[in-house]
């Protein structure tokens, strides 16, 4: 069998000589190695803030490492990908030398996001070609949406119980934060965000995978969605119960246009029981914590009203950032630029409304080029999950929590940030694997 067209790659051998078989012997030791460490940093990705920098960044190095010896060999990213990856990376390095040119505070601090991360996870990607690495990430996903969510209900229970003086305390690497208000209660974990791609990733899985859960583990994967639903009601998170609304027709699609759809009459069942089932979940849900559905549904509206601090301070961003970008709508004002609005006097050039300030940044041009590379991926998955299950099987859940992911974002700039761009590039790995697959010749 040869090569997939389009595929770059470091070069296999035809025979395998007694060295050969050596080296091989110490290539699958590192690949493993390099697989255990990437699941475990992932799952510690996932759960441990970003407040704990040094020995991520140590953990990451040592990944890197690992991997940079493995890539002189076994490293192979298609061509269309290497394509996008490079007009990304040019509109990263244009933005960047735009934002230094036009005396932007932030252009040189934004760097790693652009420019630095994209490389390192291109190397992973490279890494990750064959689809059993793929699942053995989604399999360190679950765990660490299982730990983060666990946190989270955690600190919930425990502000509702009275223990919260106990178990924050005992939490504070978490930040975590508990408050009741009459009606409706919130609280404040790192991880939530984590919990919130959880709610699409894993109502994804159960589908796709509808076939092949049984016994414990459809137990487990049943009972981990249903405590992100709990979490969800109880965080007061809008953003959240917004991706709980939108999940299903961000889904549904993705799975009809896969080799897992469903047939008409299943899919009219399953709609309807999955509706009455939702309803019953979250009306008990609401019940044992207790809150008031009238309050909810006035806090979550008034998130669109601007009439609330948090909400009306994304209203005049978004006219400041608009403002700002008319100046320059093709080319913007490079990255690190900053507007009248400021939301923080530490990253003055940092704000919520994450894609108006990409405009503002890199105007039309860049900011088509970035969409495009994101449309490719939904794409060039859609086509591939139609034609293989296996792949549809793993690519709906990842472009589901993707799309839904890209919604929170919006309002949050998630995207900005080392530990939340797996969300794209991990669509990527798992489109790469299938693309350029091969023999194996050891």
Not at 76 to 102: A, E, K, P, S, Y
Request: glycine share 8%.
């Amino acid at each position: 069998m040869s090569d997939i067209d389009g595929g770059i790659s470091a070069p296999f051998p035809q025979q395998v000589t007694g060295f050969e078989k050596s080296s091989g012997k110490g290539h699958r030791f590192a690949s493993k190695l390099w697989l255990f460490l990437l699941q475990s940093f992932f799952v510690l990705m996932l759960v441990v803030p970003t407040t704990f920098q040094t020995p991520r960044g140590v953990f990451l190095v040592l990944i890197a490492g690992v991997g940079g010896v493995l890539a002189l060999r076994a490293w192979r990213v298609h061509r269309d990908i290497i394509i996008l990856w490079l007009l990304t990376m040019l509109v990263g390095l244009f933005g960047v030398v735009w934002g230094i040119v036009n005396s932007a505070p932030g252009a040189l601090r934004v760097t790693s996001v652009y420019l630095v991360w994209p490389v390192l996870y291109l190397l992973f990607i490279g890494l990750a070609h064959d689809p059993r690495v793929i699942k053995s990430i989604e399999s360190a996903l679950l765990v660490g949406i299982a730990f983060a969510t666990f946190m989270a209900l955690t600190v919930m229970l425990a502000g509702l119980l009275g223990y919260g003086s106990i178990i924050n305390p005992l939490l504070e690497f978490q930040g975590a934060a508990f408050g009741n208000y009459g009606g409706f209660i919130e609280f404040r974990t790192y991880g939530l965000t984590t919990v919130m791609y959880g709610f699409p990733f894993v109502l994804s899985v159960i589908l796709v995978r509808r076939g092949e859960l049984f016994g414990l583990r459809k137990f487990g994967i049943y009972m981990l969605l249903f405590a992100i639903v709990f979490a969800a009601l109880g965080s007061g998170r809008r953003a959240f119960w917004l991706v709980m609304l939108l999940t299903p027709f961000i889904m549904l699609p993705f799975l009809q246009l896969s080799s897992c759809y469903l047939k008409p009459v299943p899919f009219l069942s399953l709609t309807f029981k999955s509706s009455v089932l939702a309803v019953l979940v979250i009306a008990v849900t609401i019940a044992t914590i207790g809150l008031d559905p009238f309050a909810l549904v006035e806090n979550f509206v008034a998130a669109f009203q601007g009439n609330e601090a948090s909400s009306g301070e994304r209203f005049k961003q978004a006219t400041s950032l608009w403002d700002k970008f008319s100046e320059s709508p093709i080319v913007g004002h490079g990255f690190g630029s900053t507007v009248d609005v400021v939301r923080s006097h530490e990253t003055p050039w940092a704000y919520e409304l994450s894609y108006l300030a990409l405009l503002m940044n890199v105007g039309l041009v860049g900011f088509l080029i970035y969409s495009t590379a994101v449309l490719w991926v939904a794409l060039k998955g859609i086509q591939l999950s139609r034609k293989n299950t296996e792949f549809a099987k793993l690519f709906v859940p990842l472009i589901t929590a993707l799309s839904a992911f890209l919604i929170m974002n919006a309002t949050n700039p998630y995207l900005g940030k080392f530990d939340y761009l797996w969300v794209i590039f991990l669509p990527v790995a798992l489109i790469n694997a299938y693309l350029t697959r091969r023999p194996k010749y050891d």
